[in-house]
Structures are given as C-alpha cells and as structure tokens.
C-alpha cells in the first residue's frame, strides 16, 4: 500500500487510511472535549514494555459493552458503562462510516510529554483487519507513521475535531505514534473506538 502524500486536504482517502478534517466544527470540539475531560474516569496505567513494568506516559480511560474486556501490554482493561457524551460520538462515527464499535480507548494528552510510542493495534481480540475510528479534541498533534517493511514514514497533523479511519491492512503492515513535542501545548482527548471480536478470560 503507497499511502497518499497529500496530507493537508481536508479529507483524504487513500488504501487503508482515511482522514476527515472537520468531523466536528470547533465550537462543538471544544464542548465535547470539555466533557469528556470531566466526566471520564482517567488513570495513568502501568504496562509492561520489554519485561519491565513502566507507567504509560498519557493517561487514559477504557468504556465500552459489559463483555468488552480488552488486553495489551500485559494490561487488562475492564470496560465502564458508556456515558451519554461517549454514545453520542459513537452513534456519529457509525453514522459516518456505517460501522458498529463495542468499545472505546480514550487517552487524555496532557501535554507534549504525553505521547504514545510505535505500535500496531494488533492483537487478536481485534481481528485479522481491524477497522479502528479515531476521533481528535483538543490541541492538535502529530500522528507518524512507519511502514514495517520498507521504513517509509509519513506525518499527518490530527485537527480538533478530526476523524481517522485505519482499517484493512493497516494494522498489518504499519506502525504508529504520537510523538513527543518540545512546544508548550495545551491538552488533547484522543478516542479510539473498537470492536472486541472475542472475549478475554
């Protein structure tokens, strides 16, 4: 897959990733941030990271359907019942894109030391090609990504109120992150929704 280069379009398709710019207009981006800030139960994890235990440099926030339980890292992530801001996104990105989710990641940025390192959304619980839907709130931020194989790396700046769709063979055959920033930023809600195809014991 050769993903397109024209990154700053407000809307852009190209193989297994698809970015919409202004999913949600300012106005309602920083309301529905706000909420979520409050109204989410946010804790910084521990997870292991080549066999050491280590606090995820973020904190975060896993809501979903009762039997969505969700394991990586080593974590075990029990699902909290959906709260009426977190259903109301989730009924406009499966409006959107006409796909179902049974659970969200919520990672709240606090500042440009808060990151998330290379990684693939892989794991079983997932499926062999995962459709994840990514909603942005708050400050923008670099999303990279690197092909597996070849090394070819693109940067996309996420917008307040953006939405990516990573589906097909993304998962497979790229990596991604967001990185460190040395720039004073403000902070930035990042809500991954999912579907758990299996149950974890």
Known sequence: MKLSQKLSAEYFCSGDLIYI???YQAAQSEQLCQALEVELVWRQETIRLFGKSVLIPRVQAW?????AHYQYSGLSLTPLPWTATLMQIKTDVEQQIS????????????NGQDSMGWHSDNEKQLGEQ?????????QERKFSIKHKSSGEKIDLILQSG???????????????????????IDKRINLTF???TGISP
């Open 63 to 67: 809501y979903g359907d009762k039997d």
């Open 194 to 196: 999912r579907t758990i």
């Open 99 to 110: 796909t179902t989710f049974n659970s969200v990641l919520a990672n709240l940025y606090r």
């Open 162 to 184: 953006s939405l990516l769709i990573m589906h097909g063979n993304l998962q497979q055959d790229w990596q991604h992150s967001i990185p460190k920033t040395k720039k004073i």
């Open 21 to 23: 710019a202004n999913f």
């Open 130 to 138: 995962p459709i994840i839907a990514s909603v942005s709130l708050g």
